[in-house]
């Protein structure tokens, strides 16, 4: 079992939909879980951290955390086009500070 | 966050030389990384650059291909050596800003695309 895993898409929504996007972890001690933006030909830009259960609300984004299942998700309401990228879910692991990156996921936010 | 800024942006090599690769953060830093990312892949740890002493190496990855140095809070560097087209690249240097007061978050460089022929 890969330590982060994300289904790698493409996932494509209409403009406007809740686009919703998943990451499932194999260490259960982790305590800090990322997602992170990354548009073609840029790197990586950090978007939502979340820490504890239940759901952290930014804007038009909401993470999700649940630790029982090691299941996070990312929510992205009333997706626009300038939305579409590919999202990277990232937790620590080995204990120390180094992150393990998901492959990541492609959004489509189609006009 | 802090600003990090990397050079070159994007080289061209010749197969069997060595590139070094410049990261630079407009403020002190504790740990700083090394990433890779080749084409249409995910993010890969190549090693933590530690602030007087050796770099920390995954696995897969050797300092006799990827020496790094860190004199300083602000500054490292990563060096490509003996290239072969296999290490045609991005690469990626990031910072965990412990100014922020939260733990593991990451920030990232532009990145150094490297095209090895």
């Known amino acids: 079992q890969k330590e982060v895993e994300q289904n790698s898409g493409p996932l494509s929504v209409p403009e406007g939909a809740i686009a919703s996007l998943n990451c499932t972890y194999s260490d259960r001690g982790s305590q800090s879980f990322f997602w992170y933006r990354q548009y073609s030909g840029k790197s990586p830009e950090l978007i939502m951290s979340i820490y504890s259960n239940g759901d952290k609300e930014d804007g038009r984004f909401t993470a999700q955390l649940n630790k029982a299942s090691q299941y996070v998700s990312l929510l992205i309401r009333d997706s626009q086009p300038s939305d579409s990228a590919t999202y990277l879910c990232a937790v620590p692991t080995g204990g120390g500070n180094k992150l393990t990156f998901g492959t990541g996921t492609q959004l489509k936010v189609e006009l | 966050s802090a600003v990090i800024s990397q050079k070159p942006s994007r080289d061209i090599c010749q197969r069997g030389t060595s590139l070094t690769i410049q990261c630079q953060v407009d403020?002190?830093?504790?740990?700083m990384f090394w990433y890779r990312q080749q084409p249409g892949q995910s993010l890969t740890l190549i090693a933590t650059?530690?602030?007087?002493?050796?770099?920390?190496?995954e696995s897969g990855f050797v300092i006799d291909k990827f020496p790094i140095s860190r004199p300083n809070l602000t500054f490292s560097t990563l060096t490509v050596s003996n290239m072969s087209p296999e290490d045609s690249s991005i690469y990626l240097c990031?910072?965990?800003?412990?100014?922020?007061?939260?733990?593991?978050?990451?920030?990232f460089g532009p990145g150094t695309r490297l095209t090895v022929l």
């Open positions: 990031s910072v965990e800003d412990s100014d922020r007061g939260a733990s593991n978050e990451q920030f």
């Open positions: 403020s002190q830093v504790t740990m």
């Open positions: 650059a530690n602030q007087g002493s050796e770099a920390t190496y």
